[in-house]
């Protein structure tokens, strides 16, 4: 940033302008945000891309079926057997439940719920287990398209209604499992957010030693959030944009963490530049236009690395490229706007009780970090060559990551209703019809078709009985398997081999299971195509920022390094820590977005400062220089950013869980061990050949002119 620039966003005047504006911005925002989960899609199917199977496949059932049905299970077992009495109750509460607003009706008008009337009759086949300890009721709900926002409060009162004494009553099914899906991400409004801040302000007060000034950043990161959520609000409304429990999520550990990572280098720099200048808004105006250019390229680095995610085969990886990026500019704007008004506008106090006063002499001279790079500085190519090897060996972890769909009852780190029911069905021998294998083809091939269906081993009932409509068949097919298993994704895969080869058919595969098959087969190339895609983003910023060949190469490469290692750690730490036995197929690619997009932060402010030290001490001085001013900076935002992912790994998902233990890590990795030691030995050994082909540091080293203090103005 320009030093004028910097000077006129801060000034005696302009700093009152420029917070006036955010709080009107905020106060208009923060309404919108509170929206934002109604607009959210969490509906498996709409994250697939339009050219998978699956997705096709349902566009050819939208006159078989709405694809807003939601249908949903009500289990009851009683562990001794049903009794009469239990079964009148559950007739009587069928006819209830069937009265709930939403319920699909059928062709009299009336509810469909399929629920046991007479267990000495033959009408209880599906119904009721062969022990007679387990009954089932199933219906189905319709709220257009905003039903799986509206199930959750469905699904209160279906077990208000569902209660007999000694009978343990569950919702399962895709109604049982979006209401459980809604509980999860129910604490991204308030429980996560709240945690997230709470472990914030801990870092913040332990760093700045200060009981005051941790609020001017957390505040300007709540400003940036709400900012954020309102705009992604309006797109995902009126624009299309794939919104997720997931998503929000993430959206919110990674403004608040970035958006502090940032205000504690601005902050830094500030209170450096307090020690020179007298007058607060000159000091401000300098530390801006020194830190705004890191922040600035950092900030772009992580918005252009998650735009890239656009490229990905699933909606729900692409949607998430938008959300991020959005979040990451408004922070940057807010940080460089809001925060240097609030600092100036609430003066050098702020710092108490350790305020930098004009003169004073800087204390990360002689620091920790000053006294890390003088230990490393002796033998440097030793230092860093151990420190890649422990590394390297500790990628080997990857060798125990297994990727895939995980199973539905192993989808949650505590065990949730959804998935209990769903056991129980299986445990008794009760099929699951809420999630058939579905195939439409060419009503004149029907028979050839149901023939290459009786060929797959394992299929339940093949019901045909649906009429056909403007030439298209509809055919469904009891699977009986949980669809997130691989023993599913088999069967699809069996499936669609032979309906494929029924000439004329046009046959397609769809229903739960094809989903999660397709959507790991899209994870898998997503994996393929973004982390190159990425690492060549990360690699011309790096080349523009420092204007050199091998110091870009030779970050990014420790980048790759350090997400190995964090990864490898974290696979075994989820293997045989949390028992954990698969990973999500996205989880690699997530891992790798936010330890390279948000690890090259600390490559960034590291980087830039080593440069501009260069220029008038050489690179070895410089970069020991560079460390003990920044190292300090980089660590607490390290800290920050770890403790804001360990946050997400709260919500009770197994792959959140994954998610934060790999880059809470990773980023430990990067900032305590990678930047602060690696990278400083590398520079060590290597001076100033690291700017090849630049001559940045071919000259003699030109020694700044000082300048007089500006008097304070108020």
């Keep these: 940033m320009h030093r004028a620039v910097a000077g006129k966003l801060t000034g005696p005047i302009t700093k009152w302008l420029v917070l006036a504006a955010w709080l009107l911005i905020v106060a208009v925002a923060s309404g919108f945000a509170m929206k934002l989960t109604d607009v959210q899609n969490n509906e498996a199917s709409s994250w697939l891309p339009d050219t998978a199977e699956s997705t096709k496949a349902l566009a050819k059932l939208a006159p078989f079926q709405d694809q807003n049905d939601i249908p949903t299970i009500v289990v009851y077992h009683r562990a001794s057997g049903l009794t009469a009495a239990d079964f009148s109750a559950i007739a009587d509460q069928a006819n209830r439940l069937g009265d709930i607003n939403g319920v699909v009706p059928g062709t009299n008008g009336r509810p469909t719920v399929a629920f046991p009337t007479d267990v000495a009759s033959g009408q209880q086949a599906g119904l009721v287990s062969s022990d007679g300890t387990v009954a089932t009721t199933a219906l189905t709900f319709n709220f257009g398209a905003d039903g799986w926002n509206k199930l959750p409060d469905v699904a209160d009162k279906m077990r208000a209604i569902a209660t007999i004494d000694g009978v343990d009553v569950h919702l399962a099914g895709p109604g049982g499992q979006a209401a459980d899906a809604a509980e999860v991400f129910g604490g991204i409004d308030g429980t996560l957010l709240f945690s997230a801040l709470a472990v914030v302000i801990v870092i913040l007060l332990f760093t700045y030693r200060s009981p005051v000034l941790w609020i001017l950043p957390i505040f300007s990161a709540v400003v940036s959030l709400q900012t954020a959520e309102a705009i992604i609000y309006f797109l995902a409304k009126y624009a299309d944009l794939t919104v997720n429990g997931q998503s929000q999520a993430i959206l919110s550990v990674l403004v608040i963490g970035a958006g502090t990572d940032y205000a504690l280098l601005l902050v830094a720099r500030y209170r450096e530049e307090l020690r020179r200048h007298e007058n607060r808004h000159e000091a401000m105006a300098f530390a801006l236009h020194r830190a705004a250019p890191a922040i600035i390229a950092s900030a772009s680095t992580v918005a252009i690395g998650m735009l890239v995610l656009l490229f990905a085969q699933m909606n729900s990886t692409a949607g998430l490229g938008?959300?991020?990026?959005?979040?990451?500019?408004?922070?940057?704007?807010?940080?460089?706007?809001?925060?240097?008004?609030?600092?100036?506008?609430?003066?050098?106090?702020?710092?108490?009780?350790?305020?930098?006063?004009?003169?004073?002499?800087?204390?990360?001279?002689?620091?920790?970090?000053?006294?890390?790079?003088?230990?490393?500085?002796?033998?440097?190519?030793?230092?860093?060559?151990?420190?890649?090897?422990?590394?390297?060996?500790?990628?080997?972890?990857?060798?125990?990551?297994n990727t895939g769909n995980i199973p539905s009852d192993e989808q949650y780190t505590k065990t949730v209703d959804s998935t209990t029911g769903q056991q129980m069905l299986i445990d008794h021998g009760l099929v699951d019809n809420s999630t058939p294998l579905q195939v439409v083809a060419n009503d004149s091939e029907t028979d050839a078709v149901v023939a290459a269906i009786k060929t797959v081993p394992g299929l339940g009932t093949v019901n045909t009985a649906i009429p056909a409509v403007g030439g298209v068949k509809y055919i469904e097919i009891e699977q009986g398997l949980d669809p997130a298993t691989a023993k599913a994704a088999d069967q699809v895969r069996a499936l669609r081999a032979a309906v494929h080869k029924v000439p004329g058919a046009d046959a397609l595969v769809g229903g739960s299971a094809a989903i999660y098959l397709d959507t790991s087969k899209a994870s898998q190339r997503d994996n393929l195509v973004i982390i190159p895609l990425i690492l060549l983003v990360v690699l011309m910023i790096l080349l523009v920022l420092l204007r050199a060949v091998l110091s870009p190469v030779i970050l990014v490469l420790t980048v790759v390094l350090s997400f190995g290692a964090a990864l490898g750690i974290a696979t075994l730490i989820s293997r045989y820590i949390y028992g954990f036995d698969m990973a999500d197929s996205s989880f690699p690619l997530f891992v790798f977005v936010f330890l390279v997009a948000l690890g090259i932060d600390y490559n960034i402010f590291l980087m830039t400062r080593v440069r501009e030290e260069t220029a008038t001490k050489g690179t070895r001085t410089g970069s020991l220089v560079a460390l003990a001013s920044t190292g300090g900076v980089i660590t607490s935002a390290g800290l920050v950013l770890a403790g804001t992912f360990a946050v997400l790994g709260t919500l009770p998902l197994v792959f959140l869980a994954e998610l934060a233990t790999a880059v809470a890590l990773g980023v430990l990795i990067d900032t305590l061990i990678v930047r602060s030691v690696l990278v400083t030995a590398i520079n060590l050994d290597l001076g100033g050949v690291i700017w090849w082909p630049s001559k940045l540091d071919r000259s003699e080293a030109v020694e700044p002119t000082p300048k007089e203090p500006a008097r304070e103005i108020v």
């Excluded at 922070?331 to 702020?350: D, E, H, K, Q």
């Excluded at 420190?387 to 500790?394: I, N, S």
């Design 322 to 401: 938008p959300v991020a990026a959005i979040g990451i500019v408004v922070t940057l704007v807010v940080m460089l706007t809001l925060l240097p008004a609030l600092l100036v506008i609430f003066g050098r106090w702020i710092f108490w009780p350790a305020r930098p006063s004009y003169g004073s002499a800087e204390p990360t001279s002689t620091g920790f970090w000053a006294k890390v790079g003088n230990r490393i500085a002796p033998k440097p190519r030793r230092v860093w060559t151990f420190t890649a090897g422990v590394l390297a060996v500790a990628c080997l972890g990857l060798l125990a990551l």
